[in-house]
């Protein structure tokens, strides 16, 4: 049902990281519940490919910026959703600065665009505020075992940052801010090359390479599909009242690194063999998250198994990695593309 902003017409809502992976599925759900979308992004790891087929949306406008610069906008807004980060460790540490950055200035200012316009405001934040964890499952009362000097830290102190402006702007009145804490999330639209687990491992099956493992692969990770991600943040941003805390959004089936590989191997047939490498510094252990808030206060929970989540994604990067560009810029080399006939998905 379309709810209606303050002004009786639908809501216009902002996405800072809009062309982003998570942030493009988001402007997609909200434009077909019939919000107006402002989408801000950087296009630091965004893709204007992402939002290409809203490009002639009439409830849609793309405005590039950094949130880093963003200090007013030229029309009300009756909520804010801050996407805007590089999420993958190999992208957020490639200026780490800059990820830092992003994540306490670019959010001030979006807290301060909140505040003007009277917003609510939802921060996405990160399973990595729980660092490499001593308590499993993570709930959201657990502070976390962070690295605070280490090569996470842009990310993950920055994220701990964001947290607690907005947790100081709600105390003070000041603003109605959500705190969502994501954890790894895949689909389609993940760039190809971003280095996170999973993009890896289904890319590297389809183009014949060797499976990348960090480590002995006896690592965990929790892996959401992204509609069910993005249907939690859409919950949180309209609860009432304000749950005033974070709330971890994530699917709870745990695997190991090696069982994934298992999984795309089984789903890409591919004659690739598995290269093990060094395991990143502070690289967590374990990760799951304990979703009883999420399902309590907003009555939601992931709907798409691993499986049928990782057969939809392999079937977007087999249609996709012979036409799109590869890392925003350049174009897949041949050699990927003329794979693209030979491949199939085993389910
Ligand atoms: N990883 C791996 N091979 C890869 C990429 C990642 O074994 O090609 C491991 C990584 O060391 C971590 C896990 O997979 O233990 C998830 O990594 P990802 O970068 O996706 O996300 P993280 O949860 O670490 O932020």
């Not at 801000?40 to 490919?49: A, K, P, Q, W």
């Not at 991600?229 to 709330?247: I, R």
């Not at 967590?284 to 992931?302: C, H, M, N, T, V």
């Amino acid at each position: 049902m379309l709810q209606k902003s303050r002004n009786g017409k639908g809501r216009s809502v902002l996405v800072a990281g809009g062309a982003g992976f998570v942030g493009s599925h988001l402007c997609d759900a909200l434009l077909s519940r019939g919000d107006r979308v402002l989408c801000v992004d950087s296009f630091i790891t965004g893709s204007v490919t992402n939002v290409q087929p809203l490009a002639n949306h009439p409830q849609f406008r793309l405005i590039e910026a950094d949130i880093c610069d963003l200090r007013s906008i030229d029309e009300p807004v009756d909520q804010i959703y801050n996407l805007a980060c590089a999420a993958s460790p190999p992208q957020y540490q490639a200026d780490p600065v800059h990820t830092m950055m992003t994540c306490v200035a670019g959010t001030g200012n979006l807290l301060a665009l909140a505040e003007y316009h009277n917003a609510s405001f939802l921060q996405a934040s990160t399973s990595e505020v729980y660092g490499d964890p001593a308590e499993h499952p993570q709930r959201e009362d657990y502070r976390g075992n962070v690295s605070c000097t280490g090569p996470r830290a842009c990310y993950d102190e920055g994220k701990r940052a964001a947290e607690a402006l907005c947790f100081d702007l709600v105390r003070a009145g000041r603003v109605d801010a959500r705190v969502a804490r994501i954890f790894n999330t895949y689909g389609p639209r993940m760039q190809p090359h971003d280095g996170r687990i999973i993009s890896n491992l289904l890319v590297q099956a389809i183009t014949g390479k060797p499976l990348t493992i960090y480590g002995s692969g006896q690592q965990t990770r929790s892996f959401c599909f992204v509609s069910d991600l993005v249907a939690g943040l859409m919950a949180l941003m309209n609860v009432t009242p304000n749950p005033q805390g974070p709330v971890n959004l994530g699917n709870p089936g745990e695997f190991t690194i090696n069982q994934l590989a298992e999984m795309v191997h089984a789903m890409v047939p591919t004659a690739a063999r598995i290269a093990y490498h060094p395991l990143p510094q502070d690289d967590p252990q374990r990760r799951r998250p304990d979703i009883s808030k999420a399902k309590d206060l907003l009555g939601w929970e992931p709907r798409v198994p691993l499986a049928e989540g990782l057969r939809q994604t392999a079937a977007w990067f087999i249609a996709t990695l012979g036409t799109q560009p590869v890392s925003g810029k350049r174009r897949a080399p041949p050699s990927a593309r003329t794979r693209r006939s030979n491949v199939s998905i085993g389910v």
